[in-house]
C-alpha cells in the first residue's frame, strides 16, 4: 500500500535513448511533481501538476516531456537521453488545501526514486 | 543561485544528546518551511514545518526554530536517537506557490 510509488528504481540505458519514468500516488492527492537530485545532491523541482494541468515548468529541456493521464498518475518521458541527465528522480504528490488565509499545498510525499544511469 | 543553504554537510551527534541542524535562506518572499529526513535509497519524508508567522514548532522531539530576522531557521532534535541518522533538508516556499526550493542536505550520524 506504497503511498507514491515509482517505477523502475534503476534505469541504466545509453546515450541517445528514449526512457519512461512512471509514477501513481494512491492518497487521492491532486498535485503531482517531478524533482531531480542530481550528483551534487541539489534536489530540484522540474515540473508540477495540479488535476492533470501543467502548473510548474521548470526551464527543462524539452526532451523532457511529463504526462498525467489522471490525477493519480504523473509520467517521466525522456527523449535523445543525455550523459548530464544522470541522477535520481523523485516523484512527489500534494493536496491543496484551503484556509482562511486562502490556498496551500500538504507537504509533499515522495516516492523512493528512480536512479537513472545514462552511459 | 543557492536559495536555502545548509553549511554542514555532515554532523555527529552521541545518543541521547541534542541534535541541531542549521538552514539559511537569502529570499526575504519565503512564508513556510519544512524539513525533510531522508534515508538511503529512499525518497525524503516530511518531518516538521512551520509559517513564517511563527518563530517555534514543537512536535516531540522536533522542534524546528524560525529567526526571520536573520533568515535562519534550526532543528533540534533531543534527545538524538540511533534511529534519526539520516540526511535531513531543509526546505522553504515563497508565497502562494507550491514551488519548493530544497538545501542540500547535512548528514546526521547519532552513535551510541
Known amino acids: 500500500d506504497t503511498a507514491v510509488s515509482q517505477t523502475p528504481k534503476y534505469l541504466v540505458t545509453q546515450m541517445g535513448n528514449d526512457k519512461s519514468i512512471k509514477c501513481e500516488q494512491n492518497l487521492g492527492h491532486d498535485t503531482m511533481y517531478w524533482y531531480k537530485q542530481d ?30 493521464p489522471d490525477k ?11 550523459l548530464g541527465d544522470s541522477a535520481v528522480y523523485f516523484c512527489a504528490s500534494s493536496l491543496i488545501k484551503y484556509g482562511p488565509g486562502g490556498s496551500y499545498n500538504s507537504p509533499l510525499h515522495f516516492g523512493n526514486g528512480t536512479r537513472l544511469t545514462v552511459t | 543561485d543557492q ?13 541521547g544528546r541534542i541534535s541541531i541542524l542549521n538552514c539559511d535562506y537569502t529570499n526575504s518572499m519565503f512564508d513556510y518551511f519544512l ?13 516538521i514545518s ?47 506557490t507550491d514551488k519548493l526550493i530544497f538545501g542540500t542536505g547535512t548528514r546526521l550520524q547519532v552513535f551510541p
Open chain 2, 35 to 47: 524539513w525533510y529526513k531522508k534515508y538511503p535509497a529512499e525518497g525524503p519524508t516530511f518531518l
Open chain 2, 3 to 15: 536559495q536555502v543553504k545548509q553549511n554542514s554537510p555532515s554532523l555527529s551527534v552521541q545518543e
Open chain 1, 72 to 82: 493519480a498518475h504523473l509520467n517521466l518521458h525522456i527523449n535523445s537521453l543525455e
Open chain 1, 39 to 68: 550528483s551534487k545532491k541539489f534536489l530540484k523541482i522540474m515540473f508540477s501538476y495540479n488535476n492533470k494541468e501543467l502548473i510548474i515548468n521548470e526551464t527543462v529541456p524539452n526532451r523532457f516531456s511529463p504526462k498525467s
Open chain 2, 50 to 96: 512551520i509559517s513564517s508567522i511563527k518563530d517555534k514548532n514543537e512536535d516531540g522531539r522536533f522542534t524546528v526554530f524560525l529567526n526571520k530576522s536573520a533568515k535562519h531557521l534550526s532543528l533540534h532534535i533531543v534527545p538524538s536517537q540511533p534511529g534519526d541518522s539520516a540526511v535531513y533538508f531543509c526546505a522553504a516556499t515563497p508565497y502562494n
